[in-house]
C-alpha cells in the first residue's frame, strides 16, 4: 500500500514529538558515578583545565569538546523549499544537521537559530558563540546575504566556517561532472557548462567548476541569461556575465553540461535537444526537479543523469561532503575550508565511485552498484567515504597551509577515520 501525502506527514511528525521532542540530546562522555568524578568534571578539579586554557588557548582542543563540535547556525531565511520560515521553524532541520554529523562522522554539534536578518548583527553573535566550537556550519541563509555573512565570518574567525548550500552542492556536483566527463571522453577545460540559477549554490558552483578548469559557464537566472547589457546584476552575478547578450536558446545549443538549480520547468525538452551529444543533465531542483529522470529520456535517450532526490540514481547529496570535509578540517586544525581542500574533498568523491564498490552497498540499494552512466556518485551509506573524504581534505589543508601542523601522518590518519565510521555506532 502506497503511503499517502496525509500519513506521510503524521509519520514526519511523530517521529520528531514521540518519546523524547528533537532529535539531538547531550551526551556525558566521562565517568560520573562517584563523589570523586563530581569533584573532578566540576568543582574544584575543574579549575585546573580552566587555568591551563587561560594561559595557552590552543588547550581548549585538548580539555574540552571543541576539537569535536559543530555549530550549526542559521537565520532560517531559506530553508529547504520553504523559503523564509524564521529562524524557530528552521530548528527541525538544524537538528537533523546535527545527527547527519554524528552519524556520519562522528562530529558532535549543536544547533544555534539566530533570530535577524540583519548581517551586522548576525555575524556578532556568531563571532561572540564562536569560541565554543571546533567549526561552523552555516546553514539555511538566503543569498545573497549569505555571501557576506560567510565571507565576514572567514575573515573574523580562526576556526572553519562554511556555507553548506553554497559549497555541498558545488563540491558534489564537481565530483558527478569528472566523472560524466570520464564516461563521455570529453576534457573539463573544453567543457560548455549552463548554470539554470544564480542562487548560492548557482554561484559557488560555477566558482568551483572555474577553478577546476572549465573556461565556457553561462548562468541563467529568473530572467534570463546573465550578460554585460543588463543592469539588475549583483557583484555575484556579475562573476559570471557575458559580454554579449545571449538568449537560453543559444545558451543550450552544443552545451556539454546543464546544472539546474532553480525550479521545475526552468528548462525543458526544447533546451536539452539542443545540447551536444552524450549530454550531462544534472536537475537539482529539490524535491521537484527541473526535469524527472523519465522526461529527459524521452527526448535524450543518451544522457547521463543526476538529481537531488534519493529515489534516483546519481543523488546529488550533501550529505556526501559536509561531514568529511569538516572532520578533515578539524582534525588537522584548520583555520579556514579554502578552494584546494574543496577540490581535493571533490576528486576522492569521483576516485571513490570509480573503485570497485562493497557488496553490502548493492544489498543496501537492492541492486548491482558499479561505476558508469547509473552510478558516477558514491552512495552516502558507504564506509569508506569518512576515509578517503575526510583525509584527502586533511591533506589538502596540510599542503595549502590552511593548517599549520606539521606533524601529521596521513596514513595513520587513515587507520584512525576506520575506527570511527559512525554507520557502525548505531
Known amino acids: ?56 588557548p590552543d588547550d581548549a582542543y585538548r580539555y574540552t569538546a571543541k576539537a569535536n563540535l559543530i555549530g550549526v547556525i542559521s537565520n532560517g531565511t531559506a530553508v529547504l523549499g520553504l523559503g523564509d520560515i524564521g529562524a524557530l521553524a528552521s530548528k527541525p532541520v538544524m537538528e ?19 533570530d535577524t536578518k540583519d548581517i551586522t548583527r548576525f555575524c556578532n553573535v556568531v563571532e561572540a558563540i564562536a569560541p565554543t566550537f571546533g567549526g561552523i556550519n552555516l546553514e539555511d541563509i ?16 580562526d576556526i572553519p566556517v562554511m556555507h553548506d548550500d553554497q559549497h555541498g552542492t558545488a563540491v558534489i556536483s564537481a565530483a558527478g561532472i569528472m566523472n560524466a566527463c570520464r564516461l563521455t571522453e570529453r576534457n ?29 559557464i553561462i548562468m541563467i537566472d529568473s530572467k534570463g541569461v546573465i550578460h554585460n547589457g543588463r543592469s539588475d546584476l549583483n557583484a555575484y552575478k556579475k562573476e559570471f556575465s557575458l559580454q554579449v547578450e545571449t538568449s537560453q536558446k543559444e545558451a543550450f545549443t552544443k552545451a556539454d553540461v546543464v546544472v539546474g538549480l532553480s525550479r521545475p520547468g526552468t528548462f ?12 550531462i543533465i544534472f536537475t537539482l531542483a529539490n524535491p521537484t526537479p527541473e526535469m524527472f529522470p523519465e522526461e529527459v529520456r524521452e527526448v535524450r535517450p543518451d544522457a ?11 543523488q546529488v547529496n550533501n550529505v556526501l561532503g559536509f561531514p568529511f570535509i569538516f572532520r578533515g578540517a578539524l582534525d588537522v586544525r584548520a583555520k579556514k575550508i579554502n578552494m584546494e581542500m574543496k577540490v581535493a574533498a571533490s ?18 540499494y537492492g541492486t548491482k552498484v558499479a561505476f558508469g552512466r547509473e552510478y558516477i556518485i558514491p552512495k552516502p551509506f558507504d564506509k569508506r567515504l569518512i576515509v578517503e573524504v575526510s583525509s584527502a581534505v586533511a591533506a589538502a589543508a596540510l599542503h595549502s597551509g590552511a593548517s599549520t601542523r606539521s606533524d601529521f601522518d596521513i596514513e595513520l590518519y587513515k587507520e584512525e577515520l576506520a575506527k570511527r565510521v559512525c554507520v557502525e555506532c548505531d
Open 188 to 216: 573539463i577545460s573544453d567543457i560548455r557548462v549552463v548554470i539554470v540559477g544564480a542562487g548560492a549554490a548557482a554561484i559557488s558552483c560555477g566558482r568551483l567548476y572555474r577553478h577546476m578548469g572549465v573556461k565556457t
Open 142 to 157: 538566503k543569498a545573497p546575504e549569505c555571501f557576506e555573512i560567510e565571507k565576514r565570518l572567514v575573515e573574523a574567525l
Open 304 to 314: 547521463i543523469i543526476a538529481t537531488g532526490r534519493s529515489d534516483f540514481p546519481n
Open 268 to 279: 525543458g525538452a526544447e533546451d536539452i535537444k539542443r545540447m551536444a551529444a552524450d549530454p
Open 96 to 114: 537533523g544537521k546535527a545527527v547527519l554529523f554524528k552519524k556520519f562522522s562522528d562530529l558532535d554539534a549543536y544547533d544555534i537559530e539566530v
Open 347 to 364: 576528486e576522492a568523491l569521483a576516485t571513490m565511485a570509480r573503485k570497485e564498490v562493497p557488496e553490502y552497498i548493492s544489498e543496501l
Open 1 to 56: 500500500m502506497s503511503i499517502t501525502k496525509a500519513s506521510f506527514a503524521q509519520a514526519a511528525l511523530d517521529y520528531h514529538e514521540d518519546e523524547r521532542p528533537g532529535k539531538i540530546a547531550t551526551e556525558v562522555t566521562k565517568s560520573f558515578h562517584s563523589q570523586e568524578d563530581l569533584s573532578l568534571a566540576y568543582t574544584p578539579g575543574v579549575a585546573v583545565p580552566c587555568l591551563h586554557i587561560e594561559k595557552n
